[in-house]
């Protein structure tokens, strides 16, 4: 593990060299979650980005999602993205749909999860856009939750292309590294750092985003036997 750590740590250092553009960003956003039952979940995901060093509003973004658990192991989830996107100075939609998978194994206080994801661009920027293009997205996430309301995460996630041309390249990378706090069992607010490179075009830009995150999470809601239980125990 130490090995596969330092090699990661590496690559990152050398891709952050060999890079011809770099940002600054900030990623903020406020979740509101519904465990509408044990094998559903639904999310409403409002989400603001900025770019030139925290300096400029550059996308506004809508997440609508789905979740079935099919297992306690094994996820299939449905997402929907709106939004806006600044482009030189123009404001464009941006739209696209995904499907994916999740399938993770739980181990003490560790949680590891591989969640392969196709997405489809419902209206294609004129670049490549890692989060609203047609691209195929595998992520490899670790969690620990050892810590009295604490989890902190690391993942790294690849894009690659799934034109009939160039199938399989290599477009995007991602690294994210994540704390989360549970404030109580339905608010919580995390704080990341990710970093993540272009490989396509030109130049080819490599970011530095502090994510900031809020969720609320609402209750599913209780059967008419449950509150007649709990009317008569009063």
């Known amino acids: ?97 995904q499907i994916g998978l999740g399938f993770k194994k739980k181990w003490r206080e560790w949680i590891f999860s591989y969640a392969p994801r196709w997405q489809m661009s419902l209206a294609p920027a004129v670049g490549f856009e890692a989060d609203v293009a047609t691209t195929m997205r595998n992520r490899l996430q670790i969690k620990y939750g050892g810590y009295k ?19 399989g390249t290599w477009q995007n990378w991602r690294w994210t590294n994540q704390a989360n706090y549970e404030v109580n069992k339905r608010k919580s607010v995390s704080v990341g750092y990710l970093i993540q490179r272009r490989l396509i075009g030109s130049p080819q830009e490599i970011d530095f985003v502090i994510m900031v995150g809020y969720q609320y999470k609402i209750g599913k809601r209780k059967k008419a036997s449950e509150e007649k239980g709990k009317t008569s125990a009063q």
């Open 149 to 167: 309301d604490w989890d902190f995460s690391s993942s790294f996630e690849f894009f690659h292309s799934t034109g009939s041309f160039d199938f």
């Open 1 to 97: 593990m130490i090995r596969i750590i330092k090699t990661l740590i590496f690559c990152l250092c050398a891709q952050t060299i060999w890079a011809q553009y770099k940002d600054a960003g900030l990623w903020a956003e406020t979740g509101f979650a519904w465990d509408y039952s044990k094998k559903w979940e639904f999310k409403a995901v409002p989400e603001m980005r900025f770019n030139e060093n925290i300096s400029q509003l550059s996308r506004v973004f809508l997440d609508l999602g789905a979740q079935y658990n099919i297992h306690s192991a094994v996820q299939v989830s449905l997402a929907y993205r709106t939004g806006l996107a600044d482009s030189d100075g123009q404001w464009e939609m941006r739209n696209r749909f």
